[in-house]
Nanobody, 129 residues
Framework: QVQVAESGGGLVQPGGSLRLSCAAS????????VGWFRQAPGKEREFVAA??????????HYADGLKGRFTISRDKATNTVYLQMNSLRPEDTAAYYC????????????????????WGQGTQVTVSS
């Protein structure tokens, strides 16, 4: 059974940075997909970023408008995926969730959280002065 745990959220001022971590325990995958999603109060969950890998290669993907501010990366040795968030804005305030699938999802599947089979409990990010 895979367990997923996010960490790194908190309160940050506009323009600041945070790095979220997603640790998956229980298995390591030679191929897989990890996605970050977020949900603000009163809004639907939205895709933020994803990383897919198989063998030695990987691909990263971002929601429109976030590439350049957000960077997703993976530490294979620790089975941890990071989301580096820079130049944060109040509209980035949300609960951020990590989702894991033990397969390399096809591109068109990345945006829909229903395609991931393991989820964390979320970590709150609040951007406010």
């Amino acid at each position: 059974q895979v367990q997923v745990a996010e960490s790194g959220g908190g309160l940050v001022q506009p323009g600041g940075s945070l790095r979220l971590s997603c640790a998956a325990s229980g298995r390591t995958f030679s191929s897989g997909t990890v996605g970050w999603f977020r949900q603000a109060p009163g809004k639907e969950r939205e895709f933020v970023a994803a990383i897919r890998w198989s063998g030695g290669g990987y691909n990263t993907h971002y929601a429109d408008g976030l590439k350049g501010r957000f960077t997703i990366s993976r530490d294979k040795a620790t089975n941890t995926v990071y989301l580096q968030m820079n130049s944060l804005r109040p509209e980035d305030t949300a609960a951020y969730y990590c989702a894991v699938d033990n397969s390399r999802l096809i591109l068109s599947s990345l945006w829909d959280g229903k395609n991931y089979n393991h989820w964390g409990q979320g970590t709150q990010v609040t951007v406010s002065s």
